[in-house]
């Protein structure tokens, strides 16, 4: 079993792999899609948090929870990585 292996890894794996990562990832329709569910979450979210103040942003209930700003930075850096493949 392990001579079989072998070279299905060495060999054959690899160009499978190769073959895969050539292939288009997201259709057109997909990346449409995407994009304007991004732009349209962009806006409910900041509708959402566009009135609370600076103290209300950034509160933590514990050191172990995420505040406001940090779940929106989060979310940012994301959306910034999920734009550059499209």
């Keep these: 079993m392990k001579k079989l292996l072998f070279p299905f890894i060495t060999f054959i794996l690899p160009f499978s792999v190769e073959a895969q990562i050539r292939q288009q990832v997201w259709t057109s329709n ?7 569910g991004l732009t349209n979450s962009q806006s409910d979210i900041l509708k959402e948090v566009q009135q609370l ?29 999920y734009i550059g493949i499209f």
Excluded: M, P
């Design 30 to 36: 997909d990346r449409e899609n995407l994009l304007a």
């Design 53 to 81: 103040n600076e103290k209300q942003i950034h509160f933590k209930i514990d050191s172990s929870k995420w505040s406001i700003a940090e779940v929106l930075e989060h979310i940012g850096v994301y959306e910034e990585l």
